[in-house]
T-cell receptor, first 115, second 113 residues
């Protein structure tokens, strides 16, 4: 079946510009995460959506970062006034809720480069 | 979540079994062992998880010792495409809860032709 998809796969932008990253989770998955991974580093949690509950935004590094999830499916991560330190791979993962244990299925990521 | 220890790197010949160890001596009774991997330039990929019984799926087998203080991920017939960093994670499993996945350094498995 179809996995998690993300777009664009690569994004190069200039410092100060806004960017939008999109995540299409696996159909029927009710939970969704955004992470980012800098070169050679581990995963950094950004935000978590679960059904209709208020999202957990505790990982967003600054108020330039925001995310929404429309209709409980597609999610968009927006970074305003991008900085060079925002350069990273942004990963989205979805989870089939209600399972005995949860496992996170990741998309291929969006590689963001801020010049 | 309990801490895990993995060797930084391992090599395996193509077609042979790859056995990746993980120590988790402080694991609690309700914590599961999860394995993920990350192939270069790709997102992480869930492989398998288990509580105390050995588990097998289409990707791998997971052998957990009786005292649950260590486990081994087995790729029965490694291919070049299995070259990746493999992460062993221990956590309480509960569907739908907010779990912020974090990886340690993992084991870089290199499958050689």
């Amino acid at each position: 079946g179809a996995g998690v998809s993300q777009s664009p796969s690569n994004k190069v932008t200039e410092k100060g510009k806004d960017v939008e990253l999109r995540c299409d989770p696996i159909s029927g998955h009710t939970a969704l995460y955004w992470y980012r991974q800098s070169l050679g580093q581990g995963l950094e949690f950004l935000i978590y959506f679960q059904g209709n509950s208020a999202p957990d935004k505790s990982g967003l590094p600054s108020d330039r970062f925001s995310a929404e999830r429309t209709g409980g499916s597609v999610s968009t991560l927006t970074i305003q006034r991008t900085q060079q330190e925002d350069s990273a791979v942004y990963l989205c993962a979805s989870i089939r809720a209600g399972a005995r244990t949860d496992t996170q299925y990741f998309g291929p990521g969006t590689r963001l480069t801020v010049l | 979540d309990a801490k895990t220890t993995q060797p930084p790197s391992m090599d395996c010949a193509e077609g042979r079994a790859a056995n990746l160890p993980c120590n988790h001596s402080t694991i609690s009774g309700n914590e599961y062992v999860y394995w993920y991997r990350q192939i270069h330039s790709q997102g992480p990929q869930y492989i398998i998880h288990g509580l105390k019984n050995n588990e097998t799926n289409e990707m791998a087998s997971l052998i957990i010792t009786e005292d649950r203080k260590s486990s081994t991920l087995i790729l029965p017939h490694a291919t070049l495409r299995d070259t990746a960093v493999y992460y062993c994670i221990v956590r309480v499993g509960s569907g739908g809860s907010n779990y912020k996945l974090t990886f340690g350094k993992g084991t870089l498995l290199t499958v050689n032709p």
